[in-house]
């Protein structure tokens, strides 16, 4: 929120929390809004559930590890 306040410009930005025991990726966009004289006068803030893509990038990840590893190991063969 710092940064979103000193820059005047929109942030994102992406946290982890827990409901009923499960992870969940709550991302936050943060946009401020300007009275006439230019003074933030409020935020909107818009959350987005972004669970399922975090588990894609991680096994993403993992399978790309994967592949390099094999890789790898079929060039020392």
Excluded at 46 to 75: G, H, M, P, W
Aim: aromatic residues 10%; glycine residues 2%; contains cysteine.
């Amino acid at each position: 929120m710092q940064n979103c306040i000193e820059s005047g410009n929109s942030v994102s930005y992406t946290t982890e929390t827990f409901k009923e025991n499960k992870k969940l990726w709550i991302q936050t966009n943060l946009t401020p809004i300007f009275d006439y004289e230019g003074e933030i006068e409020k935020f909107i803030a818009i959350d987005a559930d972004v669970t399922e893509i975090k588990r894609a990038e991680v096994t993403i990840s993992k399978q790309q590890k994967n592949l390099v590893d094999s890789i790898k190991y079929a060039a020392r063969i």
